[in-house]
C-alpha cells in the first residue's frame, strides 16, 4: 500500500505541475497579447454603450470577480477615456457617427456627466451625428442624451424626470433595539453624516442644507439641458412641475409624452435605431444589429497613452479617503502621497494639477496627501486643483494647497466640519446575559472602552481632539482662501455647498473642468503652449490589464441584457439601495475615529460588492448587509 501511496503522490505531482505550466503559458500569451497593439480600428459607428457608471477612476475587480464572470456586467468608465475618444472622433473621418446606448447606464455624477456632455457638443459642432438610445430616460440618462442630435425612445418606455432628492436611513431606533451606543463627537451644526446614528430622522439644520443644495442642483441641471436641447425646456418644466396631466392626457401612454413634449425626436424599437446606424455607418450583417461599428474599447486604448510624460503632472484622489494603502478608486492616503512623492524625484514635473472627486475620510489620510502636495509647492511647483463631482470634508482638506481651484457649478464641496464616532455594546451584552468587569491602573486605562461605555475621560478627550482638528481644519482653509478662521467659521460648520455657490463665498476660484486646470497650470509655471501631461498613477497590474481584456468587449457587441420594461430600467434595485446605504455606514463606522466625511455628496460608484470590497467582509455590519440582502 505504501508503494502505491507513494505512486499517487507522485502522479498526483505531475499533474499538479503540469497544470501549473499550462497555466503559466495561457497567461503568459494572453498578457503578450494585452501588450501588444490594439486590433484595428475601421469605419462605422462609434458604439458608446455604457452598462455602468462613469467615474474618475475605475476600481479594478479583483481575481474572484474575473473567475466568477461578473467583471464584465457592471463597468466603470474613466470619464477621461470617453472625453479623449469623443474628442477624437469628432475629427475622425472613419467614425461616421456617435451612438449612445443607455439602456445599462447607471449613473456618474451630475459634473461628469456634463463634461462628458460638453465633449458631445463639441463632436456635434464638428458634424458629427450623435445618436442616443433607452427603453427608460432617468435625470442621468437624460442630462447625457440631452446633448445627442437625435433622442430615440422605446414606444414602451418613458422619460421619468424627478431632481435631487430621497430617502435616507437612520438606525437610532434600531441600534436602541440592539442595545448599541452610538458615541458621537462632532463640530459643526450642519456635519449630519452622524446623524442616522443619533436620531430616526434628520434635523432642521441638515434639512435646510440639504433642501438648498437639492434646489441648486436641480437648476444647474435645468440650465444644462436647456441649453443642449432647447426645444425640450418647457417640456423638461412640465415633468418636473405636474407630470400627472401630460401623461392623464395621454392615458398613460409615457412615450407619447416624451414625444408631444418634445423631451425625444423618436419613438422606435432598437432594431429600427440599429437600421439609422446602418444608414449613417454602414452596414455590416456579421455584427449584432446590422450595423458597421467601432469597438469602443479599441478606440479608447487608440485615443489615450497614459504613457505620455508632460512637464505637467496630474494625480485623481477619488473616492474615500482611507488610511493606509488602497488600490484605484478609493484613495489610500499612503498610496497617493508616496505617487505623488515619487513623480516628485524624477525631478521633470513643472507643475501640479490634482482632480478631485471625494466626499473625504480619514483625517490622518487625508492630512497625508495634503503634505505630499505641499512638498510639490515646497520644489516651487504651480498646484492647481480640479474639483468633479464632490470635493468636500477630506475632499476639501486636500484640495486647500492648491493656488487654483476650478470646479463646476454642479460640483459639491465644502462640509468643512469634523466628527468622531465610536459605537460601544454595553447594552447588547446587557440584552444577552453577559457582563462586563475589570480593573484599571489609570483612568484610560482599556480605554476607549466598547464593551462597557467609553469612560468619560475617554469621552472629553476624543471630543478635545475632533475641536482641535476642526480648528485646524479652518486654519487651513484660511491660509489657503486668504481669510480669517472666524470668517472661514461662517461658512465652515459641516455646511454642504453647490458650485456655483461656493464661487460666491471664496472656496473656489473659477468654473472649469480638467482642461481649464491643465490650462491654468501651465500659464503659473510659465510654459507656454507645453501642455503634456504625466498621469500620476501606477502602471496597470496584469491582473488588472487581465479585467480590461474581459471587461472591454462586454459593451461593444451590442447584445447587452435589456431591461424588462421601462419601469425596471429606470428605478435602482432594492439591493443596490440597501448595498450603497451600508456601504456608507461601514465607512463611518469602519473608518477612522476622527473624520471629514460628507455623506451629503454623491456615492463614488459604491455598489454592493463594494461592502465586502471595502473591507467590511468580517465584520458585524457585513453580517447584517448579508443577512439584509439575503433576505431581499
Known amino acids: ?13 505531475i499533474k499538479d505541475a503540469l497544470v501549473l505550466i499550462f497555466m503559466l503559458m495561457f497567461f503568459g500569451l494572453l498578457y503578450a497579447g494585452l501588450k501588444a497593439s490594439p486590433r ?12 455602468g457608471s462613469l467615474v474618475e477612476q475605475p476600481a479594478r475587480p479583483g481575481t474572484a470577480a474575473l473567475l466568477s464572470g461578473s467583471a464584465g456586467r457592471l463597468r466603470d468608465y474613466r470619464l477621461s477615456d470617453l472625453v479623449a475618444a469623443v474628442d477624437a472622433a469628432k475629427n475622425d473621418s472613419k467614425v461616421k457617427a456617435i451612438a449612445l446606448d443607455l439602456d445599462g447606464f447607471i449613473g456618474g455624477g451630475q459634473a461628469a456627466i456634463g463634461t462628458l456632455g460638453e465633449a458631445l457638443d463639441r463632436a456635434r459642432k464638428a458634424g458629427k451625428p450623435v445618436l442616443a438610445y433607452a427603453t427608460g430616460y432617468t435625470d442621468d440618462r437624460y442630462q447625457l442624451a440631452s446633448h445627442a442630435s437625435e433622442i430615440w425612445l422605446n414606444p414602451l418606455g418613458a422619460v421619468a424626470l424627478s431632481g435631487p432628492g430621497g430617502s435616507n436611513l437612520y438606525y437610532k431606533g434600531m441600534l436602541d ?16 453624516a452622524v446623524e442616522p446614528f443619533t436620531r430616526n430622522d434628520m434635523s432642521p439644520e441638515a434639512k435646510a442644507n440639504a433642501t438648498a443644495l437639492g434646489g441648486a442642483l436641480l437648476e444647474s441641471w435645468r440650465d444644462e439641458v436647456r441649453i443642449a436641447r432647447p426645444q425640450a425646456a418647457a417640456g423638461v418644466d412640465q415633468m418636473l412641475k405636474d407630470p400627472m396631466t401630460p401623461v392623464t392626457a395621454a392615458n398613460g401612454d409615457f412615450a407619447r409624452v416624451a414625444s408631444d413634449l418634445k423631451l425625444v425626436d423618436k419613438l422606435a424599437e432598437r432594431r429600427a435605431f440599429e437600421a439609422r446606424l446602418a444608414e449613417l455607418g454602414g452596414t455590416d450583417t456579421k455584427a449584432s444589429g446590422g450595423f458597421s461599428r467601432i469597438a469602443l474599447a479599441d478606440y479608447v486604448r487608440r485615443a489615450t497613452d497614459r504613457r505620455k510624460a508632460g512637464p505637467i503632472g496630474v494625480v485623481t484622489i477619488a473616492g474615500s479617503i482611507v488610511d493606509g494603502r488602497a488600490g484605484p478608486g478609493t484613495a489610500g492616503g499612503e498610496t497617493i502621497a508616496r505617487q505623488i512623492e515619487k513623480a516628485l524625484d524624477g525631478g521633470k514635473l513643472k507643475a501640479l494639477v490634482v482632480r478631485v472627486d471625494s466626499p473625504g475620510g480619514s483625517v490622518l489620510a487625508s492630512e497625508r496627501i495634503r503634505q505630499a502636495i505641499l512638498g510639490a509647492k515646497a520644489k516651487g511647483l504651480p ?15 486636500v484640495s486647500t494647497p492648491a493656488d487654483y481651484i476650478f470646479a463646476e457649478p454642479s460640483t459639491i464641496t465644502g462640509s468643512i466640519g469634523v466628527f468622531g464616532i465610536l459605537p460601544s455594546f454595553e447594552g447588547s451584552l446587557k440584552k444577552l446575559g453577559v457582563g462586563v468587569d475589570g480593573i484599571k491602573t489609570t483612568p484610560l486605562s482599556g480605554e476607549p472602552d466598547l464593551l462597557a461605555g467609553p469612560s468619560p475621560e475617554a469621552n472629553a478627550l476624543v471630543q478635545a481632539g475632533v475641536e482641535s482638528t476642526y480648528r485646524r481644519f479652518l486654519g487651513i482653509v484660511a491660509q489657503s482662501r486668504h481669510k480669517s478662521p472666524a470668517d472661514v467659521d461662517k461658512i465652515a460648520q459641516g455646511r454642504v455647498w453647490d458650485g456655483g455657490t461656493a464661487r460666491q463665498i471664496g472656496l473656489i476660484d473659477q468654473f472649469g473642468g480638467l482642461d481649464e486646470a491643465i490650462a491654468k497650470a501651465a500659464a503659473l509655471a510659465k510654459l507656454g503652449d507645453e501642455r503634456g501631461i504625466t498621469a500620476i498613477e501606477p502602471p496597470p497590474s496584469f491582473e488588472a490589464r487581465l479585467a480590461e481584456w474581459f471587461a472591454g468587449g462586454s459593451g461593444d457587441d451590442g447584445d447587452s441584457a435589456a431591461p424588462a420594461d421601462a419601469l425596471a430600467s429606470l428605478g435602482p ?5 440597501i448595498g450603497e446605504a451600508l456601504a456608507r455606514v461601514q465607512a463611518v463606522l469602519g473608518g477612522a475615529t476622527i473624520q471629514a466625511t460628507c455623506l451629503d455628496c454623491p456615492a463614488t460608484g459604491a455598489r454592493p460588492a463594494a461592502i465586502s470590497a471595502s473591507g467590511a467582509g468580517g465584520g458585524w455590519l457585513a453580517r447584517l448587509a448579508r443577512l439584509l440582502l439575503a433576505a431581499g
Open 1 to 13: 500500500m505504501a508503494f502505491v501511496r507513494a505512486v499517487w503522490k507522485l502522479l498526483v505531482g
Open 40 to 51: 484595428p480600428v475601421g469605419s462605422g459607428i462609434l458604439l458608446v454603450e455604457l452598462n
Open 177 to 192: 433595539k440592539l442595545g448599541v451606543n452610538a458615541h458621537v463627537y462632532r463640530v459643526g451644526t450642519y456635519k449630519a
Open 383 to 397: 498646484v492647481v486643483v480640479s474639483m468633479g463631482n464632490a470635493a468636500a470634508s477630506g475632499g476639501y482638506w
Open 573 to 577: 434595485a432594492p439591493e443596490a439601495l
